[in-house]
């Protein structure tokens, strides 16, 4: 066994099996202590790529780096010679025995509880032999005051002040429970000037270092004084002690208590919390124990409501003897409250970095905009009512929400030809995914393929509301060189009108309380006419036009909101939304027919059906 000090003040660690809360734990501890270097210097996580995990260190948020594997995590950080373990007991025997392995690595802190015994006895054994150290199997780890941690161990960062772990103290503490170890910072703290070092060494029947172990350890480490013991029944571990006690290789003040004194109060034999504490023979009893050690000269309350005594007058002897200098209290810095704490605490208000207006998850079942998914799945309301809830924040009349579904079945798909179609089938052709596909149709959306909505409402508006002539407006806009959006089509004429537009028109005629800026349009379309019979409103003309008319007639909307609306651009959305329901479907189509691309497809169809 390793004598003297395990840790330091620059001791680091490497852990293993990535868990943030007890690396934060960690990095806290070391910005209280003072640390001028954080004590975790890499982590493992297996078949990681690498990378980094964000953590901070007081004030500063640091990055720690990622490894995959532990060969490479000890090769980069050739300091760091204590191994962290946080595998499951399925994992903890191998990755234990690679990080024992390596050359650098002095410490191995094991937390998992179950590893097999036959696994434990082979990790013992090589420990033993390459003179290196396990805490644990099913540990909480250790703790030196003032320099390094060990995961979990002592708690919370409140815990640690109050047990005034952030400097070092007098006493050395080993004990088999990791939750009493808690207790008993606490105790010490209160009966001494605290600790230096303290081992939880696990509850497993074979731990892979026992408490006569660490004892023969602090025996060597001058700042320690005086040694407290909490042991407990089943098992010989307390025995060592009793005779390294008697040989005279430990000579410091010991106090000690062995738990489990009730056990005798059954009448057959008892498995406590840990593995190792069942109650056996005589000499696995707790009061066997106590009586050995209190024979070798250790000193031995009568219960453990004694024990705070017995340390407290171990203490106070040494002080006054002048064996013992307390020492000083140290002020630690403050640790900023995590964000998450402090805002469940109310001690701060935080701003919001998104806002949302439209839905809201929160509740018991989601809501667009105030309407629960119950009432619009039971209700009259289809996928219009939900585009007006959602991108309008309020319910339209039915003649509107209708019109809109119109928008979308009519926009829905302009067959294979055009340009956002075909590239969806050629993406689909090179064997790409749908969403893929959708998106290489959706990039090509814009003022000559489905984006004309938008400006063609613009300039009918600023035209209509200016009560410029249709003439005006046309050649005003020939002259500046733009194109009048919403009118021309490639296949559509005067002779041979688009039946959509016809469709929309009767529909707005009939519903519509107003169709000012229909009108408008149609005689924008009677000018254009006279040029070339194919400068016909088309589909988008006509849409932006009548979204114009129910955004003014519905009721529904401000002019302000009507302006902004338009100029945001809520109308192309409309055609986003349509559109990809037809480009989905061209996708999934060539999907299906799984044809080989041999030849540029554009404007060579075979339709079928």
Known sequence: MVLGQLFSPQTQAIFFNWKEKPVQRMLDFDYVCGRETPSVAAIVQPGSSGGFQKLFFGKAEIAIPVYGSTAEATRKHPKADVFINYASFRSAYESSLEALKAATIRVVAIIAEGVPEKDTKHLIAFARANNKVIIGPATVGGVQAGAFKIGDTAGTLDNIIACKLHRPGSVGFVSKSGGMSNEMYNVLARATDGLYEGIAIGGDTFPGSTLSDHCLRYEHVPAIKMIVVLGELGGQDEYGLVEAMKAGAITKPVVAWVSGTCAKLFKSEVQFGHAGARSGGDLDSAQAKNAALREAGALVPDSFEGLEEAISSTYQRLVQSGQLVPAKDVTPPPIPQDLAAAVAAGKVRVPTHIVSTICDDRGDEPTYYGVSMSELIEGEYGVGDVISLLWFKRKLPKYATKFIE????????????????????????????????????????????????????????????????????????????IRVSGIGHRIKSKDNRDKRVELLQNYARKFFPSTRYLEYAVAVETYTLQKAPNLVLNVDGCIGALFLDLLAASGCFTEAEATQIVEIGYLNALFVVARSIGLVGHALDQKRLQQPLYRHPWEDVLYTS
């Open 406 to 481: 119109m928008c979308v079945m009519m926009c829905a798909d302009h067959g294979p030809c055009v340009s956002g179609a075909h590239n969806a089938i050629v993406t689909s052709r090179a064997g790409k995914d749908l969403v893929s596909c959708l998106v290489s149709g959706l990039l090509t959306i814009g003022p000559r393929f489905g984006g004309a909505i938008d400006d063609a409402a613009r300039l009918f508006k600023a035209a209509c509301d200016a009560g410029q002539s249709p003439a005006d407006f046309v050649e005003g806009l020939k002259k500046k060189g």
